[in-house]
C-alpha cells in the first residue's frame, strides 16, 4: 500500500477542484437531467450525489472542528497530512474507479428529487468548514488529533487523515456523477 503525505496546498487544490468539477457536472443540465436515475432509478441521479457529498462533509467537519475546540492548543505545526495504515486502506477503498460499496447511513441519503444549484452551493459551503480547519495547519499538528467518526464511531482518525477522506469521498461521488452521464439512457435534455 503506497503512503499518502498530502501538505495543505495539495489538499486546498483538491478541495478546489472538486467544487469545479461538480460545477461542470451539472452546468447546462436541466432540472430532468440532474435528476434523472441510471439503473430504472436504481443509482442515485447527479443531483443527489452532489446533495449527498454536501451532507456528509458537513457532519464530517463538524466532527473534527468540535474536536479541535476542545483540543489543548499544540504549538507545533502540521507538515503533512500523513494517516496510518488503516486510513490509507479506506482512502484507497474510496478513490474512482469505485469497487468497494459502503452503506450510506439513512440521514445521508439525498431526496430522489432536487435542485442542482441548491445543493452545488451546499457543497461549496461544506468546504469552507474543511478551509476552517486547514487554517490550523499552521498552528496545530492535526496528525496529532483524533476525532470519532459520526459514520462509525468506533474508528477514530487523525483531523489530517479526515481531510483526506474528505477529497476521496468528493471524488468518489463525483466520478459516479459522470457516470450518471455516460450511462445508457441519460436524456438528451
Not at 33 to 62: F, K, M
Not at 118 to 142: C, G, K, M, Y
Request: charged share 20%.
Amino acid at each position: 500500500m503506497a503512503a499518502i503525505r498530502e501538505d495543505r496546498d495539495a489538499i486546498l487544490e483538491q478541495l478546489s477542484a472538486s467544487e469545479q468539477g461538480a460545477g461542470h457536472l451539472i452546468s447546462g443540465l436541466s432540472a430532468f437531467q440532474v435528476n434523472w436515475r441510471p439503473n430504472d432509478g436504481a443509482s442515485w441521479s447527479i443531483c443527489q450525489c452532489v446533495d449527498h457529498l454536501a451532507r456528509t462533509n458537513r457532519i464530517y467537519c463538524q466532527a473534527m472542528l468540535e474536536t479541535m475546540a476542545r483540543a489543548r492548543h499544540q504549538s507545533s505545526a502540521t507538515v503533512a497530512a500523513t494517516p496510518g495504515w488503516f486510513a490509507r486502506m479506506f482512502i484507497g477503498k474510496m478513490e474512482p474507479p469505485v469497487r468497494t460499496r459502503f452503506k450510506t447511513l439513512k440521514g445521508m441519503i439525498p431526496p430522489t428529487d432536487g435542485d442542482a444549484q441548491v445543493a452545488l452551493r451546499e457543497f461549496v459551503n461544506s468546504h469552507q468548514e474543511a478551509r476552517r480547519l486547514i487554517a490550523s495547519w499552521d498552528q496545530t499538528d492535526l496528525n496529532r488529533i483524533r476525532f470519532k467518526s459520526p459514520f462509525a464511531p468506533l474508528i477514530r482518525f487523525t483531523v489530517a487523515t479526515g481531510l483526506l477522506i474528505i477529497n476521496a469521498h468528493d471524488r468518489r461521488h463525483l466520478w459516479q456523477a459522470e457516470q450518471v452521464k455516460a450511462a445508457d439512457g441519460f436524456p438528451v435534455a
